[in-house]
């Protein structure tokens, strides 16, 4: 089934999605090839996303590019999505910028980042940061517990730089401490491959986010694909532990 933008409500559209692209190595393999030609595939079906996703006039779309696990993978897979990942930004940034998208980076600045991959992304946000469109966030180096114990870490600095002045420690001073702080929480996060798991994405923002799982693998994904996760998630009721509006007795 596909959707296409001019069926969509374009009231109700979700803030924030998130997506864990997932499946290149599956889809790879499903053709006889390295899982790395998964990979590769999987650029046209993440800048297709991109383009459809700012053609909705979407604010927030992040999607998860590398986890802080991923460094667990045989070697030169891991060295090809570095030099993947720095050869995507470099080709697609200037037109990034062209469709004022904000790009940013999610994720550990850590040693274990090759260099020129970190430049490559601080040139893009460098460049695209005045940008007023679409944010578009790469989830590179990242995972959810990684991020809230650095957060607590902060607040522990915080509290000895006696920075705190009288702030409660509260769930916000966790949010407040995250490594983008200004980032809505995602309210759809869409997940491909058909693994019905969250693998340590947006794990604190990840609260109350309506989930969608397709089996599509990540090559295989489209707008058409976005916008059908949009269309179902317009139909779902929000709750946030509290009862639907009009449900009281
Ligand atoms: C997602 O595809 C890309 C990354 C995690 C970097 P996978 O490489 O996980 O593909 P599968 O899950 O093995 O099919
Ligand atoms: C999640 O996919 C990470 C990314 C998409 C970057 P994985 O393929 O690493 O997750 P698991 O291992 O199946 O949980
Ligand atoms: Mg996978």
């Known amino acids: 089934?596909?959707?296409?933008?001019h069926d969509l409500d374009r009231g109700g559209l979700p803030r924030h999605v998130g997506i864990v692209m997932d499946g290149n190595g599956r889809w790879a393999r499903q053709r006889g090839l390295p899982r790395t030609e998964g990979h590769a595939a999987g650029e046209a079906a993440m800048w297709d996303?991109?383009?459809?996703?700012?053609a909705l006039d979407l604010e927030w779309l992040t999607m998860f590019a590398f986890s802080t696990e991923n460094w667990n993978r045989p070697k030169a897979e891991v060295r090809y999505l570095?030099?993947?990942?720095?050869?995507?930004?470099?080709?697609?940034?200037?037109?990034?910028?062209?469709?004022?998208?904000?790009?940013r980076w999610l994720g550990r600045r850590d040693w274990?980042?090759?260099?020129?991959?970190l430049r490559e992304m601080e040139i893009s946000e460098e460049l695209t940061k005045d940008n007023t469109g679409m944010t578009l966030t790469i989830a590179f180096n990242y995972g959810g517990r990684i991020e809230v114990a650095d957060a607590v870490k902060q607040l522990i600095a915080d509290h000895d730089a006696g920075l705190l002045k009288g702030e409660k420690i509260t769930p916000e001073s966790i949010s407040r401490r995250l490594y983008h702080p200004d980032m809505p929480d995602p309210d759809l996060i869409i997940r491909t491959s058909g693994e019905e798991r969250i693998s340590n994405f947006l794990l604190w923002q990840a609260a109350y986010s309506e989930l969608?799982?397709?089996?599509?693998?990540?090559?295989?994904?489209?707008?058409?694909?976005?916008?059908?996760?949009?269309?179902?998630?317009?139909k779902r009721s929000r709750r946030f532990g509290a009862i639907a509006e009009n449900d009281s007795d």
């Open 112 to 117: 274990r980042v090759p260099r020129l991959v």
């Open 49 to 54: 996303t991109v383009v459809g996703a700012d």
């Open 212 to 234: 969608y799982f397709t089996p599509v693998y990540w090559p295989d994904f489209d707008r058409e694909h976005l916008y059908e996760a949009i269309r179902d998630y317009q």
């Open 82 to 103: 570095m030099g993947f990942n720095r050869g995507l930004l470099r080709r697609r940034r200037d037109e990034l910028h062209r469709m004022n998208v904000r790009v």
């Open 1 to 5: 089934m596909s959707t296409y933008l």
